[in-house]
């Protein structure tokens, strides 16, 4: 019993202290962090700035409003068909929860039918659903392959994603050149054979035809 009120007294001082700052606006509140910057929120350059902001951030995040599981139903076929299905190169930006910092880079997505597939404008849409949050791309990663798994069941899915990270690059050890890659594999993608033809193609220089 210690250690559950141990757990549970700051989360209550946390959600007060948010109670205390329900009285004010958004744009408030970012124009309290420019004067706490040190800026003058008052000056021509940044009078529109908490509006443009807050704007900024409610696009940024608008993945919290949106379904994934409804835009991958609102597009499902029937098919006669068991071979790999790869949408790769799929432009990604997301915030890092850490640091409200961008990360950016490509997905690629493969999964292997069992009946049913999903239109391919979709998982473009999946993909900007999870990154239109607060992310860390681990979890991200994760987020899109059971996604798939869940709305068709297939044989399979495998996700890859190769991102930077300015919180990397801008801050902290400022490596310029890093880069991360995570990955997903579910079902028949957890098999050498599967997973190793997926990155293979994934690899592939485009062709640049349709």
Do not use: W
Request: charged share 25%; glycine share 8%; hydrophobic share 40%.
């Amino acid at each position: 019993m210690a250690q559950a009120m141990a757990v549970t007294k700051p989360v209550r001082r946390a959600a007060e202290a948010v109670d205390g700052l329900s009285e004010f606006s958004t744009q408030e509140l970012y124009r309290e962090i420019l004067n706490r910057l040190g800026e003058d929120a008052t000056r021509d350059g940044l009078l529109a700035t908490p509006g443009r902001v807050e704007k900024s951030m409610a696009f940024l995040t608008k993945g919290y409003d949106q379904n994934p599981t409804q835009i991958l139903r609102g597009a499902m076929f029937d098919v006669d068909y068991d071979e790999m299905v790869i949408v790769k190169d799929i432009e990604m930006f997301s915030l890092c929860e850490h640091h409200m910092l961008p990360f950016f880079g490509k997905v690629h997505v493969a999964y292997i039918p069992n009946g049913k597939v999903i239109g391919l404008s979709k998982i473009p849409r999946l993909v900007e659903v999870f990154a239109r949050r607060l992310q860390v791309q681990e979890r991200m990663t994760r987020q899109i392959a059971d996604a798939i798994q869940e709305a068709i069941e297939p044989q399979g899915v495998g996700v890859v994603i190769e991102a930077r990270h300015l919180c990397m690059m801008m801050r902290g050890i400022e490596k310029q050149n890093s880069s991360t890659v995570t990955s997903a594999m579910v079902g028949c993608f957890r098999q050498k054979e599967t997973r190793t033809e997926f990155l293979s193609l994934v690899r592939q220089p485009g062709t640049g035809t349709l």
